[in-house]
Nanobody, 122 residues
Framework: QVQLVESGGGLVQAGGSLRLSCSAS????????MGWFRQAPGKEREFVAA????????SYADSVKGRFTISRDNAKNMAYLQMNSLKPEDTAIYYCAAGRLLVWRMRECDYWGQGTQVTVSS
């Protein structure tokens, strides 16, 4: 079993930055891809970014390309999401996910965190 815990959310003004962290524990994360999804009030959960276990491939939603960067540190069992140039429409609960396949779709995700709130004020 894998436990994922997100941190780093908060309130930020438009144009600002935040860095989300995801800590994985419970078993080795070897060969697991990791990623981030988000869910805004009244909307479905949507894909944000994903990274392979080796870190040699990343994927982003069009809405965050050029602003967000996903990374990971396998030695620490951590994944990160650096979010720059934040917009009010980025406001959502951000969830960390892990899976054997690239977690670019919800059905590829084997494990989920509890989420961290990100609020961007205009």
């Amino acid at each position: 079993q894998v436990q994922l815990v997100e941190s780093g959310g908060g309130l930020v003004q438009a144009g600002g930055s935040l860095r989300l962290s995801c800590s994985a524990s419970g078993r080795t994360m070897n060969y697991y891809s990791m990623g981030w999804f988000r869910q805004a009030p009244g909307k479905e959960r949507e894909f944000v970014a994903a990274i392979t276990w080796s870190g040699d491939f990343t994927s982003y939603a069009d809405s965050v390309k050029g602003r967000f960067t996903i990374s990971r540190d396998n030695a620490k069992n951590m994944a990160y999401l650096q979010m720059n140039s934040l917009k009010p429409e980025d406001t959502a609960i951000y969830y960390c996910a892990a899976g054997r396949l690239l977690v670019w779709r919800m059905r590829e995700c084997d494990y989920w965190g509890q989420g961290t709130q990100v609020t961007v004020s205009s």
